[in-house]
């Protein structure tokens, strides 16, 4: 017994001393000494709050504490303690320490059931991210026996617990038993409406649906996930979910939206100037880079994350890192670096299990050991990578059938889709409650009606002298712009919006025969007819309004700080405008035209995607024959 006592402390202390090696710089705070009341205080305090927005140093400072006065702070403090370095390396997107901390956490004396299901769970956690659903289900089962008779009073840990040993058994191919705990989950969940932590289950869901191939569920999910953070303003490690999303658009071929979700996952990541998140978004960007051939910049992002790996306890990443690095100094002729990269990820190899997308490296070792002439040892090679492809595409199903494969994934899909629509209701319940909120300060806006009066006749002034000057169409660069100016504009209002966070509406007008009109009629009456559109144009929007030429017999409008039906009436009068106004100057032509509307959401990453399915869906309007709708 004393000398499981002498080992559980050992323990304790190498995961402390892990942790302060990895702070960033010497923090003479870190060396304050408290007493046992202090200690027990700051503990307490610290483990109350959220966990995205605990101050390393204090943390630093409490474990430290605790530690030295072992003996008389209470043993809870010093399990409480061993959480916070959980969080804190969760919180760095250290999960391989979080995951040893969790494990010497279990070697703590007289630790209650609820907080050894904790560790479990941290266990288990880990596994998951890696794969290995075997070990999940080892972890989650032993943590879901701890809380057997705590279903109520931790039900969020219960319900963790059942997630993962839901998805572990369905990703293993063991119908009965998902279905089993898939029921379990169920329960749990209508049982302990108030107590779900929605983000974990969804969450795991996606990550399954990642493992099983359904790429494009896993994208939808964690689509939802980051609407909700954005929803609720809580963005902290949120580049978690912009990576993982990034991975799942590579395994779809869709390289550009790839690249766009790790380079916010970059973005977030230095925000939180975290290295291990900031080298796995930057072997996120190198990986998508390789793939779209830009190799000299995909082996920069790759030798950036090679050094924030090294010494960082992230040897999945490190060999993930590694493995393409070989491969960008192969395309760009560096041999010497190729042959570094290719010999460390295969020290690291003999050491670890690879995962489905490292068994690669197996291909990149026997055909280096070709060249090198070594027949035997690129044979063993392929055998490798042949036993590894068995492993992880041929018996992880196991004996389930496609069928009954599928109906899993409904049942996961089904609970996914319960849980975001009660967060939807959550969200708009919690907007209600800010709307009646707000009333009461509607009585000190009253103070300001004088001021607000006074701007809107200042814009209503503005307005009435613009539309009574009589300026031509070389004279309106204020108001009309050229194609590539009108680009340039909306690219950037669409960013500043995201940045920021107010609404804009986008919104294309088109010539419906515009063909038609250029045969009919001269260039120069076309000039003509351009100069009215602009002169229309400017008439009906108002001052913030920007507008100019997109294409051929299309134009762009970008109404800022605006909503799609705010602005329908000025649509429907600009249109009305330019198919009558000038009927009869044209002969008789008659003119049609269509226009499609339509706003960003939080999921639309970059600009020109969004404008290109506008553009398809003006073009379906058109198609469909639905004028003055949107």
């Known amino acids: 017994m004393n000398l499981m006592k002498c080992f559980s402390f050992t323990a304790y202390l190498l995961a402390l001393s892990v942790l302060i090696s990895l702070v960033l710089s010497p923090i003479s705070y870190s ?22 927005k605990l101050d390393q140093q204090q943390v630093v400072v409490a474990v430290r504490n605790s530690l030295k006065n072992r003996h008389s702070v209470s043993p809870l403090t010093r399990i409480k303690a061993h959480i916070l370095l959980i969080r804190l390396a969760n919180n ?160 779809l071929g869709n390289y550009d939206d790839a690249y766009s979700a790790f380079w916010e996952a970059k973005l977030h990541a230095e925000t939180n100037k975290s290295n291990i998140r900031m080298a796995f978004a930057y072997l996120g960007l190198g990986s998508v880079l390789l793939n779209m051939e830009d190799n000299q910049q995909a082996y920069n992002y790759l030798i950036m994350a090679r050094d924030l790996f090294k010494g960082q306890n992230q040897t999945r990443g490190y060999l993930s890192t590694l493995i393409y690095l070989s491969q960008a100094a192969q395309r760009l002729g560096k041999p010497n670096e190729r042959k570094n990269a290719l010999n460390d990820a295969q020290r690291m190899s003999t050491s670890m299990q690879l995962s489905a997308e490292q068994i690669n490296l197996y291909l990149l070792l026997a055909r280096n050991a070709i060249a090198e002439g070594k027949m035997q040892l690129a044979v063993n090679f392929y055998e490798q990578y042949i036993n590894s492809y068995k492993t992880y ?110 609404p804009l509406s986008i919104c294309l007008v088109s010539i419906e025969n515009w063909q038609e009109f250029k045969f009919r009629f001269s260039q120069k009456s076309q000039q003509e007819f351009n100069e009215k559109i602009a002169e229309i144009f400017t008439e009906y929007l108002e001052e913030f309004d920007l507008s100019g030429n997109f294409s051929s017999g299309r134009f762009l409008i970008i109404f800022p700080h605006q909503q799609p039906q705010d602005v329908v009436a000025k649509l429907k009068k600009l249109v009305t405008a330019v198919e009558v106004r000038y009927f009869t100057s044209l002969g008789g032509f008659q003119i049609s035209v269509d226009y499609q509307c339509d706003t960003p959401e939080v999921q639309d990453i970059d600009p020109f995607i969004f404008l290109t399915e506008l553009e398809q869906s003006l073009e379906e309007k058109i198609a469909k024959g639905h004028a003055f709708t949107i």
């Open 31 to 52: 060396q304050q000494a408290l007493s046992s009341e202090e200690v027990e205080a700051l503990v307490e305090d610290l483990y109350l709050q959220e966990a995205s």
């Open 92 to 251: 760095r997107g250290d999960f391989a320490s979080a995951s040893e901390f969790a494990g010497s956490g279990l070697l703590l004396p007289n630790l209650p059931d609820q907080y050894s299901a904790l560790f479990h769970l941290q266990l288990a956690k880990g596994y998951y991210v890696q794969g290995q659903f075997e070990k999940t289900l080892r972890e989650a089962s032993t943590a879901a026996s701890f809380l057997s008779e705590y279903q109520e009073s931790q039900a969020p840990l219960y319900i963790e617990a059942l997630s993962y040993q839901a998805m572990a058994h369905s990703l293993m191919g063991q119908v009965e038993q998902a279905d089993e705990y898939f029921d379990a989950l169920q329960d749990a969940l209508v049982k302990n409406p108030s107590a779900q932590d929605d983000e974990t289950v969804i969450a795991i869901i996606a990550k399954a649906n990642f493992y099983q191939g359904d790429y494009q569920s896993a994208i939808n999910l964690y689509e939802k996930l980051l609407t909700i953070k954005f929803t609720e303003q809580k963005t902290a490690n949120i580049d978690e979910y912009y990576y993982e999303l990034g991975r799942s658009y590579i395994q």
């Open 393 to 502: 595409y041929t018996t992880r199903s196991g004996a389930a059938s496609f069928a009954e494969q599928s109906a899993l994934k409904q049942q996961s899909q089904l609970i996914a889709q319960n849980l975001l629509e009660k967060n939807e209701l959550k969200q708009t319940f919690a907007i209600e409650m800010n709307q009646r909120k707000q009333v009461i300060a509607v009585l000190i806006a009253c103070l300001l009606i004088v001021l607000c009066l006074c701007f809107v006749a200042y814009v209503k002034y503005r307005q009435v002298k613009r539309r009574l000057s009589n300026v031509n169409y070389r004279g309106m660069e204020q108001f009309w712009f050229d194609t590539a100016k009108t680009k340039n504009l909306y690219q950037k209002y669409y960013n500043m919006a995201r940045k920021f966070d107010f």
